[in-house]
Nanobody
């Protein structure tokens, strides 16, 4: 198993952008699915976006057209580019890898 460490969260105004990074302690080349989840206060953790080893991606309807997930196997890193952020995107964002588990999370706060 690899350890996953998220970074890039912060406070941003509505309409702004952030890029989250998830860096693994080892190679992600063989990890089938890497994904980003989020959990807002009082709500269940939900899938935001996922990227499969072959490059296919999947997005929650609420973020389609605004967020882009990508993986750089050479850097052992998965990214989540978030544009046109809305207050309802406020949550703790977690990185996940199939067979690997979760990162510690990074807070994203979008002010109106």
């Amino acid at each position: 198993q690899v350890q996953l460490v998220e970074s890039g969260g912060g406070l941003v105004q509505a309409g702004g952008s952030l890029r989250l990074s998830c860096t693994a302690s080892g190679s992600i080349f063989s990890i089938n699915v890497m994904g980003w989840y989020r959990q807002a206060p009082g709500k269940q953790r939900e899938l935001v976006a996922a990227v499969i080893k072959n490059g296919d991606t999947n997005y929650a309807d609420s973020v389609k057209g605004r967020f882009t997930i990508s993986r750089d196997n050479a850097k052992n890193t998965v990214y989540l580019q978030m544009n046109s952020l809305k207050p309802e995107d406020t949550a703790v964002y977690y990185c996940w890898g199939s067979g690997q588990g979760w990162g510690q999370g990074t807070q994203v706060t979008v002010s109106s």
